[in-house]
């Protein structure tokens, strides 16, 4: 692991298994990028997430809760994204 602008570049993936729309997430804590693979196999990065919203999502998903909704209710429309 490196260090970018005083932060440790750490990457966090956490599969989704019960998840209609999402089969991975993915988020990069030294540029607040995270990145979602839906299960039609597009993957698009929504940048400037901050780390408490990743928390959020991966405390829903191990909660069993929904991904996508949490998805669509928190990060879709709030964060600009580009398709991979």
Known sequence: MGKIAGKEKMEDILSVANSSTINRIKYEND?????????????????????????????????GGSAGSFFNRTIKDNYRYSKV
Do not use: C
Not at 48 to 56: C, G, K, M, R
């Open 31 to 63: 540029n607040d990028t995270l990145e979602v693979e839906f299960t039609s196999g597009s993957i698009y990065q929504y940048v400037d997430v901050p780390s408490y919203v990743w928390n959020e999502f991966k405390a829903q998903i191990e909660a």
